[in-house]
C-alpha cells in the first residue's frame, strides 16, 4: 500500500534554515509527480509546492518562493524540501501528497504531516 | 492566480440529511477541480477528481458536480463518519490553489 512518511519538522529561530523529508512506499515513485502542501494551526490547506515525476519541472507558491526548493532523489524514493529564511508566517504542518498522475496536480495520497514552528 | 470562494463555511446537519457544498472559481478551470475531506488531526482524504470521478474506495453516497466556474459536492444521505472539513481543488494550471473549506457539524 502507498505510504508516504514525513520527517524533519521542528522549532526552528526566523530566519533559520530547515529541510524537510518524505520516504516513499508503495509505488513506483519515480512514476509520479510528488508535493507540498501545508496548514496553519486551525487553518486551511495552502499548496506549497510540486516537482514533476522526472524532477524537470519545479513550481512554488509565491509566497515560498525564492526561499524553499523542492527536490526528489528517485534512487532513494525520497521528496525533499529545504526551507530558507524561515518567517513565522511559515508555521505549519506540511504534507507531502503523491500526484495522481505525472504532473496533474491532483493529490491522492497524502502523509500524516510534520510540524515546522518558526519561532525565537 | 485561480482564486477558490467555498460556501457555507459552516454548515450545520443531521445524521441522514442531504448536504450541498459549492465551489466557485475565480476563472474557468473546465473540470479540473478536486474534493478533499479532512478530519481534525489527519492529513486530507481524496474524495472526488475532474469535477464528478469518485475515487477508489469513497462512498457513493459522495457525488461531485459542475464545470467552468461552478461546481458542487453532495453527500446525499449524511452519516456520522462524514461529519469534517471538505476543501475543494483547482488544478487547471501548475499553481493550485484550495478553497476555504467547509466544516460539516453535528446538528
Known amino acids: 500500500q502507498v505510504q508516504l512518511v514525513e520527517s524533519g519538522g521542528g522549532v526552528v529561530q526566523p530566519g533559520r534554515s530547515l529541510r524537510l523529508s518524505c520516504a516513499a512506499s508503495?509505488?513506483?515513485?519515480?512514476?509520479?509527480?510528488m508535493h507540498w502542501v501545508r496548514q496553519a494551526p486551525g487553518k486551511g490547506l495552502e499548496w506549497v509546492a510540486v516537482?514533476?515525476?522526472?524532477?524537470?519541472?519545479?513550481y512554488y507558491a509565491d509566497s515560498v518562493k525564492g526561499r524553499f526548493t523542492i527536490s526528489r532523489d528517485n534512487s532513494k524514493n525520497t521528496l525533499y524540501l529545504q526551507m530558507n529564511s524561515l518567517r513565522a508566517e511559515d508555521t505549519s504542518v506540511y504534507y507531502c501528497?503523491?500526484?495522481?498522475?505525472?504532473?496533474?496536480?491532483?493529490?491522492?495520497?497524502w502523509g500524516q504531516g510534520t510540524l515546522v514552528t518558526v519561532s525565537s | 492566480d485561480i482564486q477558490m470562494t467555498q460556501s457555507p463555511s459552516t454548515l450545520s446537519a443531521s445524521v441522514g440529511d442531504r448536504v450541498t457544498i459549492t465551489c466557485r472559481a475565480s476563472?474557468?478551470?473546465?473540470?479540473?477541480l478536486a474534493w478533499y475531506q479532512q478530519k481534525p488531526g489527519k492529513a486530507p482524504k481524496l474524495l472526488i477528481y475532474?469535477?464528478?470521478s469518485l475515487e477508489s474506495g469513497v462512498p457513493s453516497r459522495f457525488s461531485g458536480s459542475g464545470s467552468g466556474t461552478e461546481f458542487t459536492l453532495t453527500i446525499s444521505s449524511l452519516q456520522p463518519d462524514d461529519f469534517a472539513t471538505y476543501y475543494c481543488?483547482?488544478?487547471?494550471?501548475?499553481?493550485?490553489?484550495f478553497g476555504g473549506g467547509t466544516k460539516v457539524e453535528i446538528k
Open positions: 501528497a503523491r500526484d495522481l498522475g505525472s504532473a496533474t496536480s491532483c493529490l491522492d495520497y
Open positions: 481543488q483547482q488544478y487547471n494550471s501548475h499553481s493550485v490553489t
Open positions: 516537482i514533476w515525476y522526472d524532477g524537470s519541472n519545479k
Open positions: 475532474k469535477a464528478s
Open positions: 508503495g509505488f513506483t515513485f519515480s512514476r509520479n509527480g
Open positions: 476563472q474557468s478551470i473546465s473540470s479540473w
